[in-house]
């Protein structure tokens, strides 16, 4: 059965339902705030899939060169870095502000044996003695200031960088 | 009847094949004047490696010094190709120690990768390419292209599902012997002049 046909006066002032099988109310006495009331129900989200009145969702594919000149504005580039120098020690390259990369890692290698052969020396956690350490390389006799202090001794020439 | 009919099917398939012979294969005979035929059949693309096969011929005395090129390339780098785009537009046109230098100090995942490939470049250079000064070199092409991605599924709510790229690209760079090129730099009565000029070029189609 075709579904009935809309009166003439409510083609002006509803919008069109493309609902099957919908039964129109007989005619009110007030037929415009009766239309709203039946807008207000018919339009209610039945589920999050019919949100379309409430979501915002882009209306136009967003071109390749719009796209292309967001992604490659000048602030999203990267800055080239001018505070770049050599080291005066290994000549390798270094951040003004930051200490060269591998004569820290030169002195991280030393100071992991040294902690290595301190660890051997105590034997476990917790034996620390209450007395100052000082390291001492190849030979080289402990002096006068050293008297009460730990010596730690390390089978090799000391190296340059640690001046005595 | 049958006979006739059948020598004269054998008859015509004998016209046919003559046909094809004649023409056909005569045309292949001579690859060059295909001109509907697609003509590269390989469907390699690694290219870029090829380019450092390339033989010129000797040069003429008078002819200006042709200045030495390598090209190196990594494949399927672990990284997302618009990213690799970002170092790679830094460095384009940077000479090769300046531009070793900048990608140290970076942050990123592939200004690591893009300085081994550039100090890879830079020893093929020295090596294969009679470079004589490993200075001496700048970037002259830099860029990333996107390689075979792997897919996976990324699970939402409700039973959806989404296919997940595992990306994964390339990264080209061409090193080109001698100092890099200095942009040119225009003063402003040399806009000026130009554009003047752009104006007094302009024509009037269709006019008298």
Redesign the interface.
């Known amino acids: 059965m075709s579904p009935p046909a809309m009166p003439t006066k409510e083609k002006t002032t509803a919008p069109a339902l493309a609902v099957n099988g919908l039964s129109l109310p007989p005619p009110q006495l007030h037929p415009k705030i009766q239309l709203e009331e039946e807008q207000e129900n018919q339009e209610h989200p039945s589920g999050l899939l019919d949100s379309i009145m409430w979501m915002a969702a882009p209306k136009k594919r967003r071109t390749i060169e719009i796209n292309r000149t967001r ?2 504005a000048e602030s ?3 800055k ?2 001018n505070n ?1 120098e050599p080291c005066l020690e290994c000549g390798h ?1 270094k ?1 003004k502000h930051v200490l060269c990369g591998f004569c820290y890692a030169k002195v991280s290698r030393e100071t992991g044996l040294i902690r290595q052969q301190i660890n051997a020396m105590e034997g476990g956690p917790l034996r620390t003695p209450t007395v100052e350490t000082v390291v001492l390389y190849e030979g080289e006799t402990p002096s006068t200031q050293d008297k009460d202090k730990r010596i730690v001794e390390r089978p090799r020439k000391r190296p340059a960088w640690f001046s005595y | 009847m049958a006979a006739a009919g059948t020598g004269s099917g054998f008859v015509f398939v004998r016209n046919v094949c003559g046909l094809f012979r004649d023409s056909r294969l005569a045309v292949l005979a001579r690859p060059q004047q295909l001109s509907w035929f697609h003509s590269s059949s390989s469907l390699s693309t690694k290219n870029w490696e090829k380019k450092n096969l390339k033989v010129f011929p000797p040069q003429l005395p008078e002819e200006a010094r042709r200045p030495a090129e390598v090209h190196h390339c990594r494949r399927q780098i672990k990284y997302s190709k ?1 990213k690799m785009w ?2 790679a ?2 460095i384009r046109g940077m000479s090769i120690d300046e531009a070793v ?2 990608l ?3 942050d990123k995942k592939g200004a690591k990768i893009m300085k081994e490939v550039l100090l890879e470049a830079q020893e093929m250079a020295v090596k294969t390419h009679n470079v004589e000064y490993k200075s001496n070199l700048h970037v002259a092409e830099s860029f990333s292209s996107k390689g075979k991605y792997l897919k996976r599924i990324r699970y939402h709510g409700r039973g959806m599902f989404g296919i997940m790229d595992k990306v994964y690209c390339h990264y080209f760079v061409k090193l080109v012997e001698g100092p890099p090129p200095r942009p040119e730099q225009k003063t402003g009565l040399d806009q000026a002049r130009e554009y003047v000029q752009k104006l007094k070029d302009r024509t009037v189609i269709h006019s008298l």
């Open positions: 992604r490659r999203k580039l990267i080239v870095k770049i390259l951040q | 618009d970002y170092l537009k830094m230098a900048q140290e100090f970076n």
